[in-house]
């Protein structure tokens, strides 16, 4: 029996990757599922093992796997339902990540997997696994503007995530992080993945902030593009995240899986356009004075921004 195509959702992180995948995620011929990062690795035994070196290596990078196999296959997110997803996991430790990935989709068809992991656009090669797993799939790339982006990710951690990505600017002697650096390297590797590897009927860029203000109008617009149902009923339950079974937090072993701002308050509220930020202006996250780099602002342009 084939599968349906499932759909995958890359941007860098702090981009609506959570709200838009969560919207999505309760169309009625959609499955959504928290971040599973599965494809950061070849099998499942590695993404358990990932050394402290690796700016990923945090374990909650396993919540969303933990969480996805309890309420698929054991009906519930209790302990007890993630310790039987560990098991189902350890039984699979050897397994390609292409076949685990199988597994979930055969088992919520005939409804659509859709995952998002922002983490794989850290990661070229971890694009190409789950394309090369699923060739038929279909791509949503979604975009924000550059300065709420990088304020976004300051915000979280202390500017832990820029910081790890190496979104350092050395000048005059210093090294100072600037996270612009990391919102054009993540969105190159997206937009050199796609053009390289990928048919262009089968991905399709989104500006986040315009689907955040028009959800009726872009969502209509992404289901006839997916293929799935663009009625009244169908846009109205992705104005509903907060019903699917990932948007709150996990029990204590399996905690995430999702951003945790939207997992404390998954409502979706429909947003009034807002006059973005100018290209060229200073940024509030340096005391210098500086503006946004040339080659960030031409991407940010090649955007619609």
Known sequence: MSLPPPIFLIAPPRSFTTL??????????????????????ET?????????????????????????????????????????????????????VRDVFTELRAAVAPLRLLEKSPDYTLKPEAMLRFFESCPDCKII????????????????????????????AFENGQAILDPQIAWHDMNVNVLNFLETH????????????????????ELKNLCRWLGIRDD?????????????????????????????????NPHFKKQRARTLPPLDGPLPW????????PEVRALAEEFGY
């Open 141 to 168: 790339f979604l975009t924000r503007h550059p300065v709420g982006q990088c304020k976004s990710t300051l915000s979280i951690n202390d500017g832990a995530y820029p910081f790890n990505c190496n979104s350092f």
């Open 20 to 41: 838009v995948s969560g919207m999505l995620g309760v169309h009625p011929d959609v499955y959504g599922v928290p971040e599973l990062t599965i494809f950061y690795r």
């Open 44 to 96: 499942l035994s590695e993404l358990w093992t990932l050394g402290r070196a690796d700016t990923s290596s945090d374990t909650r990078m396993r919540h969303g796997i933990l969480r996805a196999v309890a309420e698929i296959f054991f009906g519930e997110q209790t302990d007890a339902a993630i310790a039987g997803a560990e098991r189902w996991c350890a039984r699979r430790q050897d397994w390609h």
């Open 286 to 293: 340096r005391k210098d004075g500086a503006t946004l780099y």
């Open 198 to 217: 990928v048919p262009k009927d089968q991905y399709l860029r989104v500006m986040g902030e315009a689907l955040l203000a028009d959800p009726e109008g």
């Open 232 to 264: 009244e009923d169908a846009i109205e339950q992705m104005k509903h995240p907060e019903r699917s079974p990932f948007a709150n937090f996990g029990p204590i072993s399996a905690l995430f899986g999702n951003d945790p701002n939207f997992q404390r």
